[in-house]
């Protein structure tokens, strides 16, 4: 499916995976393949990661491909260690 101008805004909810590296943060998101950033600190990386989630999505659209949508979860388990 394409993108059709002037259609209503959807509004979704990403996952994102926040990994702490040796210089600071970086972040991914499962369901927009190539959608990555990178900050000095989490909050850092989490600003930069909506603003990588939108460029990804604004490009999208310019080029009338589809939106994914989210279809990734996370769970904590707890295990005895």
């Given at each position: 499916m394409r993108w059709p101008p002037g259609r209503i805004h959807e509004k979704m909810k990403y996952l994102i995976v926040i990994e702490e590296t040796g210089?600071?943060?970086?972040?991914?998101?499962p369901d927009l393949e190539g959608c990555v950033a990178t900050g000095a600190s989490r909050k850092?990386?989490?600003?930069a990661m909506k603003e990588a989630i939108d460029f990804h999505i604004d490009g999208l659209k310019q080029?009338?491909?589809?939106?994914?949508?989210p279809h990734t979860f996370a769970e904590y388990l707890e295990i005895s260690a």
């Open positions: 210089i600071g943060f970086s972040a991914f998101s850092e990386v989490e600003k080029e009338g491909c589809e939106i994914p949508k």
